[in-house]
């Protein structure tokens, strides 16, 4: 069962923040900053029905308070210095949704290349024979949740994700990633 939505004017839960070696901001080439001085990664992880279907995806409702606050993205963040990025976005998912890296099975990867900074979409799908419910588990996501593959475009995605929804949902359809 899902977890209720917390109420976007309810104050954070007061949970310790410890920054990673990775943590701070790289200003880009593109005329934007981004979150990651060894870049970053977020893992769209993707459920599939009983003939093999992707019916949903695990989606993560962004804190107001954050870059882009309040828009729907994957669970992700900055790659620490001695990880990949796989490593990075799993870790990630584990901190902000609850998902345990044993449950997944990395499909491949979409990279984002910005010169002086990299973001890595980890293509995932649940793992045979694991269940669980995505859930809010730090104060960076309003909610955490399974989101209907057809209904994600009709959210107010982070642009960034807009954008690259149709390829990699693409992708992520036919559990290969080409990358």
Same mark, same amino acid.
């Given at each position: 069962?899902?977890?209720? @939505? ?37 893992l ?5 029905? %009983?003939?093999g ?20 993205? /994957?669970?992700?963040?900055?790659? %620490?210095?001695?990880?990949? @990025? ?14 345990? @890296? ?6 491949g ?5 910005h010169? @002086?900074?990299?973001?890595?979409? /980890? ?9 669980f ?10 909610? /955490?949740?399974? /989101? ?18 149709? %390829? ?12």
């Amino acid at each position: 069962m899902p977890t209720a @939505p917390r109420d976007p004017g309810e104050p954070p839960p007061r949970l310790p923040r410890h920054l990673q070696p990775g943590d701070g901001w790289v200003e880009c080439e593109c005329g934007r900053r981004h979150w990651g001085l060894f870049g970053a990664a977020g893992l769209l992880l993707g459920r599939r029905d %009983g003939e093999g279907r992707l019916t949903d995806v695990v989606l993560q409702h962004r804190a107001p308070w954050s870059d882009q606050g309040g828009t729907w993205g /994957v669970p992700g963040g900055a790659v %620490g210095p001695d990880e990949t @990025p796989a490593q990075g976005a799993l870790r990630e998912a584990r901190e902000e949704a609850g998902v345990e @890296p044993g449950h997944v099975r990395v499909l491949g990867e979409h990279v984002l290349d910005h010169g @002086p900074w990299r973001y890595t979409t /980890v293509l995932a799908e649940v793992a045979d024979g694991a269940t669980f419910e995505p859930r809010a588990t730090d104060a960076e996501s309003v909610e /955490v949740r399974w /989101v209907p593959v057809d209904d994600v475009a009709s959210l107010d995605l982070l642009p960034a994700f807009a954008d690259a929804w149709p %390829g990699l949902r693409a992708t992520l359809d036919h559990g290969t990633t080409g990358a």
